[in-house]
């Protein structure tokens, strides 16, 4: 061999040397793993193994190991290009599966699940690569429970942080802090000991390697509080990084605390009248309400009056004998000394003695008398005194004087007694006034139908005894109408000639006396008083002639016609047979029974001719 052959050889080799060492630098495997994933307890999770791997291998294999104690690590699983196998006696050994892609899915996730998985892979010449995913577990809470004690909490004068409640969330990892809220405005977190208001936590890990913990609302409560809502709530953060809250139910505590302040009043108006339905309540404001003593002050010593635990007194008709000074006392013995406990009511009841009236019942005066009625009443005020009659006030004075007395004087009179200041407060008391006398004649007129002729005269009186009326026409009959004392009397007359301008009396008359009235009848007019007698004669008369003269023309009419028939039957100018001579014949036989009925316009010259015929039969 000669030496440019062998330079070339060390040439080739030393090439082949360098592209070898290149390929080996270029060759190598990038992993690519979630730094941190989150899976909820028995739940599942995937943990991915991305990786690249640069240059050619012809073997590939993935491992995946778990941290254990001090750092070291254990293999849980692998796979190559052909196979994979999940090793033994681990605890993965049943929950886990690898991927074709060499994704590692985890199922049924325990507590002990929290650690850092690796991925391994090698890939021959082209080296190897580990990436690392760190796994957190989590268990969401599925209630949260709040409890207190049964028993009120009690408020005293030196009040220190008393046990509200507490709340309690169980099977929660990793631990949760528990929030306080009063009327759902959230309170701050305080766990240290104080005078006011702290949160006692506490925190327990179960067997399973889950926590349950509770927190203990401690506050210093006040009588306001009485009506105070508290509840508790968990915040906590699921792997999608969504902020949930989980809450309680609402509680209320019941507070007892004593007695600062008493009210003792009327429920109903102030003014009290006798007979009026009257309330006494007696209020506290401690809680639960105290029991109440209610009595009356009599000469300096107090009756008890047998009273409702709801603090309410009833009057169902109250009266005179029930006013006076009542007093209310609250039982509260937690109540301090310096509180008073005890509240007065002044009850004054209004009334009105029965009105007296004198003379009363009935009383009857003579007509054109004077009579006086007095009224007395008494009562809590000095009373107002009032006189009615049919509603309408006569009088204002104790004394009613009735001066001549008529009979629009008689009635009922009311005297009515009242006290203004107390509205309702009213009695009465009635007197009748009768009035006896001769009767009184009322003016009325009479009415005429001048027409037909007629009159329609009324007469009307009043008196005691009732009175009766007459009239100086005795055969005709009236009409009568009466109410209370008053008689009303109707006569209907035809109005003659003679009794035209002349006069009617009509007569009242009762056991004391009498009165009369006398009635003009007016004047008709001449043509009406004379239109039924002289006229109807001249009427007749005119008729009767008209009919005379009717007669006599008829019958020279009928003397022509016949004679002229005659004349033309002789002179042979009528033809006519036997048997038309025969009723010819029988014709001018019965001359005297032919009726000329004469037409004529004038119904009163009819009228006068069938009255001069009715005169001749």
């Avoid at 750092?71 to 196998?85: C, H, M, V, W």
């Avoid at 809502?229 to 019941?254: A, D, Q």
Wanted: charged share 20%.
């Amino acid at each position: 061999m000669g030496a440019a052959s062998f330079n070339y050889w060390i040439l080739l080799t030393t090439a082949l040397i360098s592209l070898t060492a290149l390929q080996a630098t270029l060759a190598e495997v990038v992993m690519s793993l979630p730094a941190q994933l989150e899976a909820e307890i028995d739940g599942s999770i995937q943990l991915p193994c991305t990786h690249q791997v640069t240059g050619t291998t012809s073997n590939h294999i993935v491992e995946w190991f778990v941290e254990v104690k001090n750092g070291l690590r254990e293999r849980i699983a692998f796979r190559d290009l052909t196979s994979s196998k999940i090793d033994v006696h681990t605890d993965y050994t049943d929950r886990i599966i690898v991927q074709p892609d060499y994704t590692l899915t985890v199922s049924n996730v325990r507590l002990i699940d929290e650690r850092i998985f690796y991925c391994q892979v090698t890939a021959g010449s082209s080296g190897s690569g580990v990436g690392m995913t760190n796994l957190k577990v989590y268990a969401v809470p599925d209630k949260l429970e709040i409890t207190n004690k049964k028993e009120d909490l009690v408020v005293t004068a030196h009040a220190t942080p008393l046990e509200i409640a507490t709340c309690t969330v169980k099977n929660v990892y990793p631990t949760q802090q528990i929030i306080w809220y009063k009327n759902g405005l959230q309170l701050e977190t305080v766990t240290e000991r104080n005078d006011d208001m702290y949160m006692a936590p506490h925190t327990l890990r179960e067997p399973s390697g889950l926590f349950t913990v509770s927190s203990t609302l401690f506050m210093k409560i006040f009588r306001k509080d009485n009506d105070s809502t508290f509840h508790c709530s968990v915040i906590y953060e699921t792997p999608e990084r969504k902020i949930l809250i989980l809450n309680s139910t609402m509680v209320h505590r019941n507070i007892h605390y004593y007695t600062e302040e008493v009210t003792f009043e009327l429920m109903q108006p102030k003014v009290i009248k006798e007979g009026d339905k009257v309330t006494m309540k007696c209020t506290a404001d401690g809680h639960p309400v105290p029991e109440f003593q209610l009595s009356k002050l009599q000469h300096g010593e107090e009756k008890e009056i047998p009273f409702s635990s709801n603090g309410i007194y009833v009057f169902k008709s109250i009266r005179r004998k029930d006013s006076g000074t009542y007093r209310c006392e609250a039982l509260d013995f937690d109540s301090p000394d310096e509180i008073n406990l005890k509240r007065d009511l002044v009850i004054t009841v209004n009334y009105l003695d029965s009105v007296i009236v004198h003379p009363s019942g009935t009383v009857t005066v003579s007509l054109g008398e004077t009579k006086e009625v007095t009224c007395t009443a008494t009562g809590s005020q000095e009373p107002k005194i009032m006189w009615l009659k049919n509603g309408k006030p006569v009088s204002d004075t104790q004394i009613l004087s009735l001066k001549e007395v008529d009979y629009n004087s008689q009635g009922t009179y009311t005297c009515e007694a009242s006290i203004p200041s107390v509205p309702g407060l009213v009695k009465t008391n009635n007197t009748v006034i009768t009035v006896t006398g001769k009767p009184a004649m009322e003016d009325l007129k009479s009415e005429y139908d001048i027409e037909h002729n007629k009159a329609t005269l009324t007469c009307s009186a009043v008196g005691n005894p009732l009175p009766v009326i007459t009239w100086s026409i005795p055969k005709l009959k009236p009409m009568d109408s009466q109410s209370e004392n008053r008689v009303t009397s109707t006569l209907l007359i035809e109005i003659t000639k003679e009794l035209s301008e002349s006069t009617v009396q009509c007569t009242a008359k009762n056991e004391v006396g009498s009165s009369m009235k006398t009635i003009q009848l007016i004047k008709l007019p001449e043509k009406e008083m004379t239109a039924g007698t002289g006229d109807a004669d001249h009427q007749t008369g005119t008729g009767s002639s008209v009919a005379v003269i009717a007669v006599v023309v008829s019958v020279v009419l009928l003397l022509v016609i016949v004679g002229l028939l005659y004349f033309l039957h002789k002179s042979k100018k009528l033809p006519c047979g036997r048997q038309e001579k025969s009723s010819l014949t029988t014709a001018e036989g019965k001359t005297e029974d032919i009726v000329v009925e004469m037409k004529n316009d004038r119904p009163n010259e009819e009228a006068g001719l069938l009255g001069a015929k009715s005169g001749k039969q």
